[in-house]
């Protein structure tokens, strides 16, 4: 080998030599970086729907290589659960939350959370139980179980129960709890609801709704962010399961999730100053709409019912869950960044 390198340097190898020994180290290289790859893509939970398992391997693959692919624009990222769905609202209604001593040893017995925050989690949730709207049993238990230490990012330590929004980068935020048990109250889950989220953002409110429901999808328009929530969430399924129960989808949530249309209820998490028509029509007769609605400095959150009468027209009813009292929301923007403003009927291209 010695020998060889020695002979290159000196130039008295023919080039055809020089060749062969190259490309054997590339080869060997690339052949031997793809073995991790190969283990680590293999090693994710096989989901049901072979084609879009695959898609996600891939981009796993790029993602842990740390490579960057030209044709990365034309995938459509989608991460959906197996067959097998965790049931997070039995789990919930296995839990005593009669007080905090049974509470604490029940969480401490049958799941994975950092104990350092449990007993600041419940003091909060029932502050929260207290103060905000926050009374249904079902929406304490999920507010309860879901680790919210987990969402909040790491610039913001120490604010995990704090009673106010928080930046997660990107211009984005996880919202102010109130506002959170505000939405998720009056969404009224029931266990076999399938429900729509626009905006995963942090995943908090997600994470929440998995306690509610099985059925759970959520859409995130920034890149970035959808990569980083979708690598928590894998991390988190680990010691909580219910959240692999998330469909998740990189994409403009103006145009809803048609494949998996209708739902029951439909959650927005950014501002806009109309109901999106698509959203409308995916949502079911009966079904329910929450979303923040107004000009980009204050909007009021809007709950939408959608009703059919006996000759088939839609009839809508809209009701001011805040009492008048205004919010301020991320926008509600296109692939672009600009944010919509007038309703956009026709489907994107
Ligand atoms: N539900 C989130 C709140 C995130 S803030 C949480 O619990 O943390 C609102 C989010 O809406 C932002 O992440 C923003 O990027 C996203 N968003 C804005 N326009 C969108 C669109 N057209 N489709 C999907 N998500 C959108």
């Not at 459509?76 to 049974?102: C, F, H, N, W």
């Not at 350092?116 to 139980?129: H, K, P, T, V, Y």
């Not at 009701?319 to 692939?335: A, K, M």
Request: charged share 25%; proline share 7%; hydrophobic share 40%.
């Amino acid at each position: 080998m010695k020998g060889i390198i020695f002979n290159i340097l000196k130039k008295s190898v023919p080039a055809s030599h020089v060749f062969a020994v190259f490309s054997g180290l590339i080869i060997g290289t690339v052949f031997g970086l793809s073995i991790p790859l190969i283990v680590l893509s293999h090693s994710e939970k096989v989901a049901s729907y072979e084609e879009v398992a695959a898609v996600s391997m891939v981009e796993d693959a790029l993602r842990l290589a740390g490579r960057s692919n030209s044709q990365e624009e034309d995938f459509s990222y989608i991460t959906l659960p197996g067959v097998q769905k965790y049931d997070g609202p039995r789990l919930a209604q296995s839990m005593p939350i009669e007080t905090k001593e049974a509470w604490l040893s029940w969480m401490s017995k049958n799941r994975g959370d950092d104990p350092a925050f449990l007993e600041q989690r419940w003091n909060w949730a029932q502050n929260l139980a207290e103060t905000s709207e926050l009374k249904r049993p079902e929406d304490i238990r999920a507010f309860l179980l879901t680790p919210r230490e987990h969402f909040v990012r790491a610039r913001n330590k120490g604010l995990e129960y704090a009673d106010t929004w928080l930046s997660i980068g990107y211009g984005a935020t996880i919202t102010d709890p109130d506002v959170v048990s505000m939405m998720t109250t009056t969404l009224n889950v029931k266990p076999l609801d399938k429900v729509l989220e626009i905006g995963t953002g942090s995943g908090y409110q997600s994470a929440i709704l998995s306690y509610l429901t099985k059925d759970v999808y959520s859409i995130e328009i920034i890149r970035p962010l959808y990569f980083e929530t979708d690598a928590l969430y894998r991390d988190l399924e680990r010691n909580f399961p219910s959240f692999s129960v998330i469909n998740r989808k990189l994409g403009d949530g103006y145009y809803g999730w048609e494949e998996y249309a209708p739902f029951d209820k439909i959650i927005v998490t950014c501002s806009i100053d109309h109901i999106p028509p698509p959203l409308l029509r995916q949502l079911k007769p009966g079904g329910i709409m929450v979303l923040p609605l107004g000009p980009p400095n204050r909007q009021y959150i809007m709950e939408i019912v959608k009703n059919e009468d006996a000759d088939g027209s839609i009839i809508l009813s809209r009701r001011d869950v805040y009492n008048g009292q205004s919010v301020r929301f991320i926008p509600f923007r296109d692939e672009g960044g600009t944010s919509y403003s007038t309703p956009v009927a026709e489907e994107p291209k």
